[in-house]
């Protein structure tokens, strides 16, 4: 049986373009093309969101993901915030994070992703979620064509039932200052 659940996140949070909020490495290093000081905390957060103790969800739409995918940097994109973003957690639950597509390779990374034999995660770019949402969906009606800039705090979750993908937004609200409201 192929993948029945499909959970989508933008990378966490990113340096702002006035600079005055700077990407770090992991050992606090100045990196434009890393996530910031709360993108690391909401690395973290993101653990114990996707795989609590008690396997006791905080949403009934989320479950533990199996398989995991980030966006590639490359040579024209080389941010690694969504690979870091999914770090923390695919260290604690033994998966290997998958980093085969580059931002534009969104409709083979469904592919892959659909034919996957458990529930997914993917970390990706704001400026292609909507092409991710609309290749599950085979419609460009079911799920918002935008993924506002300021927002890092929400999940997108498809569900197959009976072949027919839904679709279902939940607010992460792990940090101070995420927004409990969905995108329209």
Not at 55 to 65: E, G, Q, S
Not at 137 to 165: C, E, I
């Amino acid at each position: 049986m192929s993948c029945a659940k499909i959970m989508l996140i933008r990378h966490a949070e990113r340096p702002s373009a006035d600079k005055k909020i700077r990407g770090v490495t992991p050992e606090g290093v100045k990196n434009k093309e890393e996530l910031t000081v709360r993108g690391w905390q909401r690395a973290g957060a993101l653990v114990r969101f996707f795989a609590p103790r008690d396997n006791c969800f905080v949403h009934p739409a989320l479950a533990r993901p199996e398989i995991l995918f980030a966006c590639k940097a490359g040579p024209a994109a080389p941010s690694l915030r969504p690979q870091h973003s999914l770090l923390p957690l695919a260290t604690l639950i033994d998966a290997e994070l998958n980093r085969d597509y580059y931002e534009g390779q969104e409709t083979e990374l469904v592919q892959e992703a659909i034919a996957a034999q458990g529930t997914v995660l993917i970390a990706w770019k704001h400026n292609n979620m909507h092409l991710i949402a609309n290749a599950i969906l085979g419609n460009k009606t079911s799920a918002p064509q935008y993924w506002p800039l300021d927002r890092f705090d929400l999940v997108w979750v498809f569900d197959r039932r009976d072949g027919t993908w839904t679709f279902t937004q939940v607010p992460q609200l792990l940090l101070a200052g995420d927004r409990p409201d969905v995108i329209d």
